[in-house]
């Protein structure tokens, strides 16, 4: 477990898949996190995902509870990893409407990168946001997250295109 001032980033438990699968679905999550289709996942996907979690595979995942236990709040970790140049791809949502907007995705995401820096040895954490999600852009900046490229109307959703922005913090960057 890794702690932050407001949230604990711990393994997934199988208790929490009844609770992953509705906050996986919840159409504001699902709107921010999904590339593709955003189709709602069935209970034997949310399954499949915690029994592939595997702390011997290159995605580490996460889940955010508050820090005194008593709420899971939604999920983090690592998508991609490249392990020759030091890189790291993470995703994070926070799934619990009520913990939105309140600094406990910051904490997160902070926890996430002392983990990724100091643990993995990363020199690069990187992510994608799409445009229309300026609350999460907000925040990645503030984590020390710089803006690194734009895919222009890369993203299809609820009727237009949008851009998909790429993001990048290096471990000195975050060491400052």
Known sequence: MFDGKKVRLRAYRKEDIPQALEYINDPEVKKNLVIGIPFPLKLEDEEK??????????????????LDGSKYIG??????VDWKNRCAMVGIFIGD???????YGRDAVR???RFIFDEMNMNKVKLEVFSFNQRAIK???????K????????IFREGRYHDVIMMGVLRSEWEK
Do not use: H, P, W
Not at 49 to 66: G, P
Not at 75 to 80: H, I, Q, S
Not at 139 to 145: A, I, T, V, W
């Open 147 to 154: 803006q690194e490229g734009t895919l222009r109307q890369e």
């Open 111 to 113: 926890v996430l990168l």
């Open 49 to 66: 995902f915690f029994n592939d979690l595997s702390a011997f595979k290159d995605m580490y995942s996460f889940a955010i509870e508050t």
């Open 139 to 145: 925040s990645y900046l503030k984590c020390g997250f």
């Open 97 to 103: 409407e009520q913990y939105r907007s309140k600094g």
């Open 75 to 80: 999920g983090c970790g690592t998508n991609k």
